[in-house]
C-alpha cells in the first residue's frame, strides 16, 4: 500500500468519530507524520469546536517536530472565519511543510482557497489521495453543498410478503416487523443523521416518537408533513425532547413535486442529512421524483397477507447482511 495512502485510510477511519455530531460541519480526519511515524492525530469536534487539524495540531507534544512533518487530512482545510479560525492559518503558523488532501471543499467559501493560500506560503501540497473514498465518506457534506439538498435515506422494513403495515390493527402503535437488534440499530442511525421525516399518516396510526432512545447520541430534528395542520399537539412526535419542522400548506404546494419542494425547504434549514422513514405514500414520493441517495431495506420473517405495500423503487444493491433472522439490503440511487 503506498504511504499516503495508507495515512489517508487512517484519516477517514478516525473521521467517522465524528458521524452524527459534526453536522452541519463535515466529519474531517487528520493525521500528522513524522519520520514514518504518527506523531498525532484529530477529528472533527462537535459543531462549533475544534476542526480535525486543529486537534492533530494540539496532539502533538514535541511541536518543533511539525516544521519537518506531514499533515494528512481527508478535506482540504479552510481558510474562512467561521466558529474558528482558518485551518491553513494554523497550518502555516507551525511551518508544516508538507499537506497531503484527499479531496478539494465544495463548499464556496473554500474551493481551492485553502489549497493556494497554503501553496503561496511556500508549502507542498498534494491532493486527490484516495479522493474517491475520501468524496464517499463526505457523501453528506458534498451533496448538500452540490446538489443544494440534504443527502436522503430511505428506510422501511417490509414483511416476507413484501407489506409495511397490517391491514387494521388494534393500538396507535408500530406493529413490529423486524427484531430488537435490527430496531436497536435504526435508532444508531438517528444518532448519525441530523434529520428524520415523516407523513401524516404515519404519526397518526403509529404515534412514533422518532427520537434516539436505544442508542447513544442526539436526537434527529423531527420533520412531519401535516398539509392540512390537522395532526393533535399532544402526540409524541410534537414533545419538546427534540426539535420539530412541521411542513403544511403554507410551506408547500402539495399538489406536486412535493419532495423537492421538502429538499429545498430542508437546505434552507441547513440540513445536511435526512432519513425518510415512512409511510409508504412518503416514501414512495420522494422514489418517483428520483430524490434519494441511499436506501436501507429489512426483511423480516414474518407475513401480513394484506396490508400497505411497500414501496417500489430500482437502485444497485451495495451490501447485504443478516441480523439474526433479519434482512438487511442497503441500495444506492444510480
Known sequence: MKTHEYYIRRCIEIAKNGLGSTRPNPMVGSVIVYNNKIIGEGFTSAYGGNHAEVNAINSVKDKNLLKEATIYVTLEPCSHYGKTPPCSDLIIKNEIPKI???????????????IEKLRNAGLHVTVGVLEQECKVHHKRFFTFHNKKRPYIILKWAETADRFIAPETKDEQKPVWITNTFSRQLVHK???????????????????????????????PIRVVLDAEAKLPKNLSVFRNEAKNITI??????????????????????????????????TLQTFIDENLWDEAR?????????????????SGKLISEEHIINDTLKTYTND
Open 297 to 313: 431495506i429489512f426483511t423480516g420473517t414474518t407475513t401480513f397477507k394484506a396490508g400497505t405495500k411497500a414501496p417500489k423503487f
Open 100 to 114: 497531503v488532501i484527499g479531496s478539494l471543499d465544495d463548499n464556496i467559501l473554500v474551493a481551492g482557497k485553502g
Open 248 to 281: 403544511t400548506k403554507e410551506n408547500i404546494d402539495f399538489s406536486e413535486n412535493i419532495a423537492q419542494q421538502i429538499s429545498e425547504l430542508l437546505y434552507n434549514e441547513n440540513i445536511t442529512s435526512i432519513i425518510i422513514e415512512g409511510g409508504s405514500k
Open 189 to 219: 442511525w438517528r444518532a448519525e443523521e441530523q434529520a428524520i421525516l415523516v407523513g401524516t399518516n404515519t404519526v397518526l396510526q403509529d404515534n412514533p416518537s422518532l427520537t434516539t432512545r436505544d442508542w447513544t447520541g442526539q436526537h
